[in-house]
């Protein structure tokens, strides 16, 4: 049996969260793994994350305190925390693997699996330390296994990456406040140990990112990359790349139409989900 810990990190947007969720949490189970969500949130404000939380995963939400630092620097304590709680708690001592996941990512348990087994597959014979779900940018080093595409991620954001619990021990914990959120020093870290960040590249695995849009970066910055757009496959056909049971198409639209993606999941949720779970 295969013990997965999420640790899903939360800051308002609870259209967001719910969209999420409901992806994530209602997904069928996949045989072989375990998997428990811990939720980081960091101050949320609209009462209705409450329900939200007793509703999904009362109560393992762990409410982050962090004084007077700026949005960037929350993200990087926030992952610190979660990679600490990971190693150092008892809950967690059985878990073998940690999946840091940002509320604004579709996905379900079975790609998470599929993800794990390549993770691991990867590391029968290569030194690997970290692995992405999806990278946006800075690839190299690709090569085949099998017919699917790999390669080696020299930068990437945070908001879908894997740890096995040996290679954290190995590595250790290198988020900070001071990281400006990202992965920077984790990856740093991994290279500096030894090892390498991979992901695969084609197929792209289903996982989708929706807090895309002028209006949907909770951090102090102008339009950031990928805050812009959806995530694409990287095969070089540039298509969107699709969740089963999630219309990405309809979303992209609803976005489009708001002139962001902060009204987006709300809209998507009252035309697709509103007799279902989660209310």
């Given at each position: ?262 009204k987006a999941p709300e809209q998507y949720l009252t035309i697709n989900l509103k007799n279902e779970r989660p209310n």
């Amino acid at each position: 049996m295969k013990n997965v810990t999420i640790a899903l990190f939360v800051k308002d947007r609870y259209h967001h969260v719910k969209l999420c969720t409901k992806f994530l949490q209602e997904s069928l189970e996949v045989e072989g793994f375990t998997f428990r969500t811990l939720v980081f949130d960091d101050q949320s404000r609209d009462p209705k994350m409450e329900d939200l939380f007793e509703q999904w995963y009362n109560p393992d939400v762990i409410h982050i305190c962090h004084g007077d630092l700026l949005p960037d620097q929350r993200i990087g304590y926030a992952r610190q925390m979660a990679v600490d709680v990971f190693l150092h708690c008892a809950d967690c001592k059985d878990s073998d693997y940690l999946l840091l996941l940002d509320s604004d990512i579709i996905l379900t348990k079975s790609t998470i699996a599929e993800a794990i087994q390549d993770y691991d597959m990867l590391s029968e014979s290569l030194n690997v330390g970290g692995y992405t779900l999806h990278a946006l940018r800075h690839i190299r080093d690709s090569f085949h296994i099998e017919g699917k595409l790999y390669g080696i991620a020299t930068l990437t954001g945070d908001a879908h990456i894997l740890f096995r619990r040996d290679h954290l021990e190995k590595i250790g914990n290198h988020f900070s406040a001071k990281s400006q959120g990202f992965a920077d020093n984790q990856i740093k870290a991994i290279y500096d140990a030894g090892l390498q960040y991979y992901t695969r590249l084609d197929p792209s695995y289903q996982v989708q990112h929706i807090g895309f849009g002028e209006d949907a970066s909770t951090m102090d910055r102008d339009k950031p990359f990928w805050t812009m757009r959806p995530y694409w496959t990287q095969d070089g056909s540039k298509r969107v790349i699709k969740v089963d049971g999630f219309d990405v198409i309809q979303y992209v639209e609803f976005a489009n139409q708001s002139g962001g993606g902060l009204k987006a999941p709300e809209q998507y949720l009252t035309i697709n989900l509103k007799n279902e779970r989660p209310n």
